[in-house]
């Protein structure tokens, strides 16, 4: 039975690894990490889990005794952000490349310099292609419920490979929304024991990893990376389904909001599609047929069944958290604009890069991205598909 509360992000994904209950955490509880760890080391603290908490002197420290942990065969988790994930950069290659199914909490917020600790996705967009799996939350029942499904997903045979759940800094991590938690007992059946089939302490089959690994067999080794990616996404679906059975709560790849008989859309990560689907029901009072795609799972990127999804649309802005500064647009705009042509979808496409460094994104200003798109339609002119939106004047 669901249990009403009332939590922030940090305290409803905190509360997801009590759940949880892992053999490990390790992280560096102090800025630029998040509250996560500090609510987790009262659970600690009071005897609520039997993990083993490691307070390490650094990020990067925090992902390798993570790594050490699961190697070892415990259940290993962790949480941080900004430039804490910047400083974990190698030991988070190293963790995929071992196919070891870590756990990281990831509250995005803006990686420095210049100094910024407020929200936008620079920090996961800097990882997006390390090999971890990656899934974002519009709010906090979302971060919680990812969490939840996050160790069935990572630990799958087909798998094996660490997940990162993204939250927005700020935004969902320190506001306070309500919630349904679901009982310990549910999460502990749902979850279930980690066994893993090769490790460390297991004396009856000795093993080394991490060893040398040349030319001989890395190029084969990180094929099977690529290809237990490709497998997540069925994986992710699978247990996304059972988990709709067990609490009526419906994830997919992407979420669709008045997308079936749309004619402009933004795609968007996270809690900016709250404020979106706000602006999508005003603007269908108004008789204007606007939709929404929201990106759950970004690694793996749901190529085709977004193409699909988009493919009867007249005009598309993907909004992107975080500059790529590469003169062509953001991570996702790329992403997606490749999955179309792919698939050989042509629909005009622009780009927004917005919110950098915690600005606010206002439904005025996406109202602004619909006018815009109506325009698009109007003209069948797109002339610069790389914009910003919400940048002061003058600076365009």
Same mark, same amino acid.
């Given at each position: 039975?669901?249990?009403?509360?009332?939590?922030?992000?940090?305290?409803?994904?905190? %509360?997801?690894?009590?759940?949880?209950?892992?053999?490990?955490?390790?992280?560096?509880?102090?800025?630029?990490?998040?509250?996560?760890?500090?609510?987790?080391? %009262?659970?600690?603290?009071?005897?609520?889990?039997?993990?083993?908490?490691?307070?390490?002197?650094?990020?990067?420290?925090?992902?390798?005794?993570?790594?050490?942990?699961?190697?070892?065969?415990?259940?290993?988790?962790?949480?941080?952000?900004?430039?804490?994930?910047?400083?974990?950069?190698?030991?988070?290659?190293?963790?995929?490349? !071992?196919?070891?199914?870590?756990?990281?909490? !990831?509250?995005?917020?803006?990686?420095?310099?210049?100094?910024?600790?407020?929200?936008?996705?620079?920090?996961?967009m800097g990882v997006r292609d390390s090999g971890w799996?990656?899934?974002?939350?519009?709010?906090?029942?979302?971060?919680?419920?990812?969490?939840?499904?996050?160790?069935?997903?990572?630990?799958?045979?087909?798998?094996?490979?660490?997940?990162?759940?993204?939250?927005?800094?700020?935004? @969902?991590?320190?506001?306070?929304?309500?919630?349904?938690?679901?009982?310990?007992?549910?999460?502990?059946?749902?979850?279930?024991?980690?066994?893993?089939?090769?490790?460390?302490?297991?004396?009856?089959?000795?093993?080394?990893?991490?060893?040398?690994?040349?030319?001989?067999?890395?190029?084969?080794?990180?094929?099977?990376?690529?290809?237990?990616?490709?497998?997540? +996404?069925?994986?992710?679906?699978?247990?996304?389904?059972?988990?709709?059975?067990?609490?009526?709560?419906?994830?997919?790849?992407?979420?669709?909001?008045?997308?079936?008989?749309?004619?402009?859309?933004?795609?968007?990560?996270?809690?900016?599609?709250?404020? @979106? +689907?706000?602006?999508?029901?005003?603007?269908?009072?108004?008789?204007?047929?606007?939709?929404?795609?929201?990106?759950?799972?970004?690694?793996?990127?749901?190529?085709?069944?977004?193409? +699909?999804?988009?493919?009867?649309?007249?005009?598309?802005?993907? !909004?992107?958290?975080?500059?790529?500064?590469?003169?062509?647009?953001?991570?996702?705009?790329?992403?997606?604009?490749?999955?179309?042509?792919?698939?050989?979808?042509?629909?005009?496409?622009?780009?927004?890069?917005?919110?950098?460094?915690?600005?606010?994104?206002?439904?005025?200003?996406?109202?602004?991205?619909?006018?815009?798109?109506?325009?698009?339609?109007?003209?069948?002119?797109?002339?610069?598909?790389?914009?910003?939106?919400?940048?002061?004047?003058?600076?365009?």
């Amino acid at each position: 039975m669901s249990i009403r509360e009332r939590l922030s992000g940090n305290e409803a994904v905190a %509360t997801a690894m009590k759940q949880i209950n892992p053999d490990v955490v390790a992280a560096f509880p102090i800025t630029p990490s998040t509250e996560i760890p500090q609510y987790f080391s %009262t659970f600690v603290a009071n005897g609520s889990v039997d993990t083993e908490f490691v307070p390490v002197e650094s990020e990067h420290s925090a992902m390798s005794a993570c790594i050490g942990a699961q190697a070892a065969g415990a259940r290993a988790m962790t949480a941080t952000s900004a430039n804490g994930l910047s400083l974990m950069w190698e030991m988070i290659y190293i963790a995929s490349s !071992l196919r070891l199914p870590i756990v990281l909490s !990831l509250v995005n917020r803006a990686v420095s310099g210049p100094l910024n600790i407020h929200n936008d996705h620079s920090d996961a967009m800097g990882v997006r292609d390390s090999g971890w799996i990656m899934l974002f939350s519009e709010n906090n029942q979302e971060a919680y419920d990812n969490t939840l499904m996050a160790h069935r997903i990572a630990e799958h045979k087909d798998v094996l490979l660490p997940l990162m759940v993204c939250q927005d800094g700020f935004i @969902t991590s320190h506001s306070i929304e309500n919630i349904e938690l679901e009982d310990d007992e549910f999460v502990k059946n749902f979850v279930g024991t980690y066994k893993p089939e090769h490790y460390l302490l297991n004396d009856k089959e000795p093993i080394a990893v991490g060893p040398l690994d040349l030319q001989a067999y890395l190029f084969e080794h990180k094929a099977q990376q690529a290809q237990a990616m490709r497998n997540a +996404k069925n994986v992710i679906l699978e247990v996304s389904k059972e988990f709709e059975k067990l609490t009526g709560r419906k994830y997919g790849l992407f979420e669709e909001y008045k997308l079936d008989d749309a004619e402009i859309a933004i795609v968007c990560m996270n809690s900016t599609a709250g404020t @979106t +689907k706000f602006v999508v029901d005003n603007l269908r009072a108004n008789g204007i047929k606007a939709g929404l795609l929201k990106v759950r799972v970004f690694r793996p990127f749901p190529s085709e069944e977004i193409a +699909k999804a988009l493919s009867h649309l007249k005009a598309v802005a993907v !909004l992107d958290k975080a500059d790529s500064l590469n003169a062509i647009g953001g991570a996702l705009f790329s992403d997606i604009t490749s999955s179309m042509h792919t698939a050989g979808v042509h629909v005009p496409t622009v780009n927004y890069v917005y919110g950098i460094g915690g600005r606010d994104t206002t439904s005025t200003q996406l109202e602004s991205v619909f006018s815009d798109l109506s325009e698009i339609v109007k003209t069948g002119k797109i002339d610069n598909p790389y914009r910003y939106l919400g940048l002061k004047k003058g600076d365009e």
